[in-house]
Structure formats: structure tokens, C-alpha cells
């Protein structure tokens, strides 16, 4: 019985944009607003504001991203001192991971950054630990913005821990020299491929392997799982429906999973995958390696839903250590980055984001690329109570991964799996 490999390597620079979105983001919306200030504009802005932010910390920026990160950065500064003659810009990076013990460090001295980009996830365990602080934004700014977006980052009072400023949706990329008819459109049809021959790369990370539970309809059943009460039988039938799959997969020979998302990257680049699920700050990697073959498609579903992938948020969440005069600067960057014409110009820039501005519809009939991210963040409307409850909590995950993993290596049935994941997911959220 063959066994997924879950292997560990050394990680290749594929995600120059963690960086680069967020700075491009903000000199995107300085480049617009310099041309709509007159000349003799004067500044009320002034001093220094330190930007922090995260990257993966299974990533590592190569010297072409470096150099253009740089480039980037020295834009930003020189386009922001002509509008705001009195204002510097410091700009540190850190893996993500390593965040809460660094700002920590830094708020006990009283260094903390004033503006953070991150992703959602982040921002709230930074609000948890009392390393962020809430601002208040004007409604009419709010309401930009879509909702969905918002309550996941709404506290139980319903403040915001953050500003959302772009989206990463959750897609298939795939080698159309060997898919010529395209990606599969239901998971079912997933498997066929395989055993027709096509490579097919998952990852084992419930985060992305997430959108799977649409399509087998468990989505229900995953977030009753953690309450205090029993499943009813038919939740239980797609929780075993879901693990079923997962464990049938794993055994199909041209089927792998693997542990790092980088590594389902390279495969694909090198011609050693032909489909892998992936996220659209991929894409540009992606293109340099493979050009036109490179296709990109919306996420299959199933017979009992369509699928829910877990799309990817970056946005702004404040420093607690900032004077005054730092919030004002750091409110008024994050308000701007959601206007319209930087959304608008994101979007068009790379074709690797979409807009949080609910007002500035991505171009879908020009680009079948942003078409397929656009029913993806359709799609994942459906995933976020999910994800507050479940995938938001580190704790939660990781209980689930240990299952999923329990289930691909066949160590569990479907079946056994199914009835100690309510209690598993429980007690780890206790």
C-alpha cells in the first residue's frame, strides 16, 4: 500500500509579493495622489513611521525579489516625502511566525512598529495578546470594504483589529500542455485524472486543504464538531465522506501530498506536477517557469457543494506604541490603500490580487485569470464561520492536522477518524 510523502525540504524563494504588496499597495495610492494634489500643497504630516511586515518563514526572498523589494521601498519613500516632506518611512520584515516574540521585545522597550501588514490570522492572535491596538475608522469607509472581510477580523464587541487591504485568493494552476481540456470542475473528476496519468500535488496543511470539504459537503458537520452537542447521523456520514476521500486520494499512485506548499510550487514550475491547488501570490513565479502553459481555474467541488477554499486577507493592523502623531500617519496610509483607484490599480498592476473595495469589480471579462479568483472569493464566503471558529485557532488546526495526517498514512479509517474528531477539536479549543 503506497503511503503520501510528506517531505521536508529546503525552500525556494517563490513569494517576492509578501513584501512587495503591501509596499506596492501604498505607492500605488501615493503615485494617484500626487496627481491630484496641487504643487503648492502643503504637509500637516510629519516624523517617522516604522512598517512591519510578516513573511512566511518557510520562504526566503532570492536576490532578484531583493532588488526589486528595494526598488519598490525607495519609490515609496521618495513618493511619500514629496507629498509628505516631514515624514520618513522605516520598513523592517520578519517571518511571520516570529512576530508575536519580536514585537513583544519591542513593546517592552517601546519600539513597536506603528503600521503591521499581515495576514488576517495574525492580526487577530496579535490582538489577542494585547500587541496591536483597535482604530476607529469612519463608516462610510467601512462600508467600502466587503462585509465578509470585515467580520473576520471583528472582535465579540465588534471592533476591527484590522483594515484589510488586499485579497489572495485560493486557485488551481495547473500545466495546460498536460490538461489541453482544462482543469477538472469536481473532485470526483479529480481522481479520474489521476488515474489517467496526471500528476496531482495536495497539501497536507488544513488550511489548504480545506476547500476539499465543500464539494463532500462536511462544512456543516466540521463546525458543529466543535460544539457541545452530538452530530446528528448525517453530519457524521460527511465527515466519513470527506475523510473517505482524502484517504482514497492518498493511495492513488499519481496522487501526493507533501507538508510544504513551496515544494507543490517547484513541482509544478519544474514539469514534475501537472495540478496543484495554490494561492494567486504564486502566479508570477509560476508564469516565469511556465509561460503560457500555465492555467489557472477556480477550485472543483462535488456532488454536495461547491468547493471552499480559504482565501488569504493582507491587511493593516497598528502598533500600540505609536505617538500622536505616528497614528495619524499610520490612519491615514491604511484609510487611503482601500481607495478605489488603488484597489483598481492593484488589481490591473499583476493580476495576482483582488481588491477588498466592494465598489471596484475586477475585470473578469478580460482575464479569465481573475475570473477563477473571483468565484473563488465567492466561494469562500461560505468558509468563514469555519474559519473564526476552527482555522482561526492554532490550537484547532493543529488537532486537525493530526487526524488528516492519522487518515492519509491509514493509521485511522474514515470511519474512526470521524468519531474522535468532535472530542479532538473539543478539547482543543477548551
Keep these: 500500500m503506497r503511503r503520501p510523502s510528506l517531505h521536508r525540504f529546503a525552500p525556494t524563494g517563490t513569494l517576492q509579493q509578501i513584501v512587495l504588496l503591501g509596499v506596492l499597495a501604498v505607492a500605488g495610492w501615493l503615485a494617484l495622489r500626487l496627481a491630484q494634489v496641487p504643487a503648492t500643497s502643503t504637509s500637516r504630516l510629519w516624523g517617522t513611521v ?75 492572535e496579535l490582538q489577542r495578546l494585547n500587541l496591536s491596538r483597535i482604530e476607529d475608522f469612519p463608516a462610510e469607509k467601512l462600508f467600502q470594504i466587503e462585509p465578509d472581510m470585515l467580520n473576520r477580523l471583528r472582535l465579540s464587541d465588534g471592533q476591527l483589529v484590522a483594515l484589510p487591504m488586499l485579497q489572495l485568493p485560493q486557485v488551481a494552476c495547473f500545466n495546460r500542455d498536460r490538461l489541453p481540456n482544462g482543469s477538472p470542475d469536481s473532485l470526483d473528476a479529480l481522481l479520474q485524472l489521476s488515474s489517467q496519468g496526471v500528476r496531482i500535488g495536495l497539501n497536507t496543511n488544513p488550511l489548504h486543504l480545506f476547500w476539499t470539504v465543500g464539494g463532500l459537503g462536511a462544512g456543516e458537520a466540521l463546525l458543529a464538531a466543535q460544539a457541545d452537542q452530538p452530530l446528528s447521523p448525517q453530519q457524521l456520514q460527511s465527515l466519513k465522506r470527506w475523510l473517505a476521500w482524502l484517504q482514497n486520494a492518498s493511495l492513488q499512485q499519481r496522487i501526493t501530498f507533501h507538508d510544504k506548499q513551496e515544494e507543490l510550487i517547484q513541482q509544478l514550475a519544474s514539469g514534475n506536477l501537472d495540478w496543484i491547488s495554490c494561492r494567486s501570490s504564486n502566479l508570477n513565479v509560476l508564469r516565469q517557469s511556465l509561460g503560457a502553459s500555465l492555467g489557472v481555474a477556480s477550485l472543483p467541488g462535488g456532488r454536495w457543494g461547491q468547493a471552499t477554499p480559504v482565501n488569504r486577507e493582507r491587511v493593516m493592523a497598528f502598533g500600540p506604541n505609536s505617538s500622536p502623531n505616528q497614528r495619524r500617519i499610520a490612519r491615514e496610509l491604511a484609510i487611503f490603500s482601500i481607495n478605489p ?47 473564526r471558529v476552527l482555522l482561526g ?38
Design 341 to 387: 483607484l488603488v484597489q483598481r490599480n492593484l488589481t490591473f498592476r499583476n493580476l495576482e490580487m483582488l481588491p477588498v473595495n466592494r465598489f471596484v469589480p475586477a475585470p473578469v471579462a478580460s482575464s479569465a485569470v481573475l475570473a477563477a479568483m473571483v468565484r473563488s472569493a465567492e466561494d469562500s464566503e461560505e468558509t468563514t464561520p469555519v474559519i
Design 50 to 124: 516604522y512598517l512591519v511586515v510578516g513573511i512566511n518563514s518557510d520562504e526566503r526572498l532570492d536576490s532578484g525579489p531583493r532588488e526589486q523589494a528595494a526598488e519598490a521601498l525607495e519609490r515609496f519613500s521618495s513618493d511619500f516625502r514629496e507629498l509628505h516632506p516631514g515624514v520618513a518611512i522605516q520598513v523592517m520584515t520578519f517571518p511571520e511566525e516570529d512576530l508575536v516574540r519580536e514585537l513583544r521585545l519591542r513593546k517592552q522597550s517601546g519600539l513597536g512598529p506603528d503600521l503591521m501588514l499581515v495576514n488576517s490570522r495574525t492580526a487577530l
Design 393 to 430: 485557532n492554532a490550537k484547532a488546526e493543529r488537532a486537525l492536522g493530526s487526524i488528516l495526517t492519522k487518515v492519509l498514512f491509514a493509521e485511522l479509517t474514515p470511519s474512526m477518524a470521524a468519531e474522535i474528531l468532535p472530542a479532538t477539536l473539543r478539547a482543543a479549543l477548551r
